[in-house]
């Protein structure tokens, strides 16, 4: 049975930082593409970051480049979203998605359409 599972989330002040899980279970981890989403109240899911399935080359949004990192441990199965720097406009839900790697190997898309598995997500909360 294909799961993941997101951790990490909680409530920060401006400036704080946050280090997203995203555990998976049913497949291997290092077969699939992983994107990163979030989503505030009242707006559409927008993709945060992306990493692809062979060689690790990962994007960003704009509006979290250079605060934000993603990564993956193959080994465990996890893949990870380091916030720094975080601002309110960061508050939002969280969730982690994979595609087969066959999809993306060399190049990742922050397209919510483009994935196949989703998390049930964690909340981030980014107040004074």
């Known amino acids: 049975q294909v799961q993941l599972v997101e951790s990490g989330g909680g409530s920060v002040q401006p400036g704080g930082s946050l280090k997203l899980s995203c555990t998976v279970s049913g497949f291997a981890l290092e077969d699939y593409a992983i994107g990163w989403f979030r989503q505030a109240p009242g707006k559409e899911r927008e993709g945060v970051s992306c990493?692809?399935?062979?060689?690790?080359?990962?994007d960003y949004a704009d509006s979290v480049k250079g605060r934000f990192a993603i990564s993956r441990e193959n080994a465990k199965n996890t893949a990870y979203l380091q916030m720094n720097n975080l601002n309110p406009g960061d508050t939002a839900t969280y969730y982690c998605?994979?595609?087969?790697?066959?999809?993306?190997?060399?190049?990742?898309?922050?397209?919510?359409?483009?994935?196949?598995?989703w998390g049930q997500g964690t909340q981030v909360t980014v107040s004074s």
């Open positions: 990493i692809s399935g062979t060689v690790d080359i990962a």
């Open positions: 998605a994979v595609i087969g790697a066959e999809y993306f190997p060399n190049y990742c898309s922050r397209g919510r359409g483009d994935y196949l598995y």
